[in-house]
């Protein structure tokens, strides 16, 4: 079977890349083109390739030795350094689907489309460009829908010739990016906001803007500030009182403490008063400090409930798995600040019991609340010393106020630039 000399960029996106040998390198996530006044196509120069450990790497199109059978084979000289997007690069899948260009075709009157994919040919041996462009056409004085998981996109399709598309360079302000969220579906949190962290700013706030609140809440939590602050300035203010109240209690904190007191004051007015008050309180820590860190959502039970009510509880999918190691157990109000504290039960020790017995009979009493002003050096100093993963915290009364976990912690420690990676050289 001879090689395809043109691929349909959404439909290359999710193949498997192999080496000569049969061996899997990667997954493609994105195609990589240039414009440029010498040439009269954009060029295609390469693809981003997802490699092991969610790395995002740049193959040049120069060592694609064939695209078929549902598979892309390369020449094996993969280049493991981390892609880093080029100021005259575009991509196509995260920038060029959804755009809004206008279409004039031969003979008939230009007409308002969308993007919803590009066929790249084979023009030359191992060289590629954009050649054939497929739309969607948007009736005059319409908008194309932007939710097509709501329904079906309305509009005719057409398969149009690239020079008879004008915009495709020229990013709208309410461009689209289900079609970009589609192609990374499958991607945890924290590998979502790599990618999203990558584009353009303009790009970046769509594509965040996009998702759910949940989801939005998930992939701040995993940006860096600036980028957290640059977002939720983006968002009407209604919608980022959501998010923040999706977000863990502590990363919303931190978010917060970066804003003036005025956009505090506002977000918080809209909150839940319940939320707003959680919030309010650990704004009052400082950011050093056992309060500073912790989050206010915990699992607590009271001693009465079963060990089986416990399981059931830290099965829940939203649970970190630090937070899901450790049941606080505490007399009522069970919401922090709560009634007495009484000691935790270890996730292990909730599956060694039987279901039917009480929380309350298999308390560990001997790990000792921390202080909201206790400092970040004993709290690791606990946290290696019992080799736990999260900690209590209390105040002068016991009546538990929070949980600080190792995962905070961390991320506490490690420089702030430390999701960063751009101290590697970019791609060649």
Known sequence: ????????????????????????????????????????????????????????????????????????????????????????????????????????????????????????????????????????????????????????????????????????????????????????????AADLAEVIRDLQPSRRIQVASALGNEKLADVLEELPEEEQVEILAALDSDRAADVLEAMQPDDAADLLSELTPEAQERYLRLMEPDDAADLRRLLTYDEDTAGGLMTTEPVILPPEATIAEALAVVRRVELSTALAAMVYVCRAPLETPTGRFLGVVHIQKLLREPPHEAVGSIIDKDIEALLPTASVGTITRELATYNLVSLPVADEENHLLGAVTVDDVLDHLLPQDWRDERQEETHG
Not at 45 to 60: K, L, N, W
Not at 95 to 100: P, Q, T
């Open 1 to 188: 079977m001879s090689q395809q000399t043109r691929v349909f960029v959404a439909r290359l996106a999710g193949l498997a890349v192999f080496d000569p040998m049969g061996d899997q390198v990667g997954v493609v996530r994105d195609v990589v083109v240039t414009f440029s006044a010498a040439r009269r196509h954009p060029h295609a120069v390469g693809m981003v390739v997802e490699v092991a450990g969610r790395r995002r790497v740049f193959v040049p199109m120069t060592r694609v030795t064939s695209i078929d059978g549902g598979q892309v084979i390369t020449t094996g000289l993969v280049n493991m350094r981390r892609f880093e997007q080029r100021p005259s690069e575009v991509l196509v899948v995260a920038e060029l689907f959804e755009r809004d260009v206008s279409v004039h075709e031969i003979d008939e009157e230009p007409y308002a489309a969308t993007v919803e994919d590009v066929a790249i040919e084979k023009v030359r041996m191992r060289e590629w460009s954009i050649e054939k462009v497929f739309v969607r056409k948007v009736a005059p004085g319409e908008r194309q829908t932007r939710f097509p998981r709501l329904g079906r996109r309305r509009g005719e399709t057409r398969l149009v010739e690239i020079d008879e598309v004008t915009g495709l360079r020229a990013s709208t302000p309410d461009q689209g990016a289900d079609l970009l969220l589609e192609n990374y579906d499958d991607l945890k």
